[in-house]
């Protein structure tokens, strides 16, 4: 028991003192990554530490030694559940919600009737919990992926939705009239200019919408699926006392999140570079 508490403390100072040594270094994109790296490695093996070392009930806490063998063991259970969730539901919901709320946006900046109307209703049907609508969505289309890409839908198409409305605004008024002084029509202005100013709007969206879809779909779960799905997994799994499996659920479902955000963020460095948020 002390020997593991020894273990987890020295690592805890070890882990400090490497990464305070590095942050003290030019910021580049060595440090950056590795950084993050040595704290998460820092955490686990804490974790480890500590669960061992306070001989914690498995079901209270499983060590990440216990979860990393449920994980290679249940590799298959993992990729079915992480299709039915993930592709199947999260990424549908995230394409049709985000794909519907960039054309509405359009509508939306071009009638002013519909700004004035849609949005304030976008800002309430934000503000319901997904607890309460996911249970109606369920009963609507049924207990497959459909009824929880309808929930990612509903979650991810006002946040995207207000970002873009948003993001046609950024352009300034100077801007604006200079196009109209080349004869520029709509459309020739919102392809040119507006659309490249809203982008960074756009992208935000984009990146609040990924995180949404993902706790859209695994909640939607817990309120009816077949007999697969991270959100049935996770239910089931606890009331089994499996609590090695959620944790390798919850890795997979936090490793899906960051990879999704990241790529996001990668096309958006691309496309946004002449943005002072992308000049480091």
């Known amino acids: 028991m002390t020997g593991w508490l020894i273990f987890a403390l020295l690592v805890w100072a070890g882990g400090w003192w490497l990464n305070a040594r590095l942050a003290a270094r030019p910021a580049t994109g060595f440090t950056s990554l590795i950084i993050p790296v040595i704290f998460g490695l820092t955490l686990i093996a804490v974790w480890e530490g500590v669960v061992r070392g306070f001989e914690i009930s ?10 990393a063998a449920r994980f290679a063991a249940s590799t298959s259970i993992l990729w079915e559940d992480f299709v039915q969730t993930v592709i199947r539901g999260a990424l549908t919901g995230y394409v049709l919600g985000c794909g ?46 459909q009824s929880k890409a309808a929930v990612v ?12 409305v948003q993001g046609l605004s950024a352009s300034s008024s100077m801007q604006r ?43 939607a779960e817990f309120f009816g699926s077949p007999i697969r799905g991270m959100g049935f997994r996770i239910s089931t799994s606890v009331g089994q006392l499996a609590l090695d ?12 999140g960051s990879a999704f955000y990241g790529v996001i963020a990668l096309i958006e460095r691309s496309v946004t570079f002449w943005h002072p948020s992308q000049r480091h």
């Not at 509903?154 to 946040?159: A, E, L, S, T």
Request: aromatic share 14%.
């Open 177 to 219: 009239d200079l196009m109209r002084t080349w004869a520029a029509g709509y459309w020739t202005t919102l392809l040119r200019l507006r659309l490249p100013a809203a982008m960074p709007f756009i992208f935000n969206g984009l990146k609040i919408a990924s995180t949404l879809a993902l706790i859209g779909a695994i909640v």
């Open 58 to 67: 498995p079901v209270l806490l499983p060590a990440p030694s216990a979860i």
């Open 245 to 256: 499996l959620v944790w390798a659920e919850i890795v997979v479902a936090a490793i899906t």
């Open 100 to 145: 519907s709320a960039f054309l509405i946006a359009i509508l939306v900046d071009r009638y002013d009737f519909l700004r004035r109307g849609l949005l304030p209703v976008g800002n309430f049907v934000a503000a319901l919990p997904v607890i309460g609508l996911a249970p109606i969505l369920v009963m609507w289309f049924g207990f497959d992926w």
């Open 153 to 164: 839908v509903v979650m991810v198409f006002f946040p995207m939705l207000v970002n873009t």
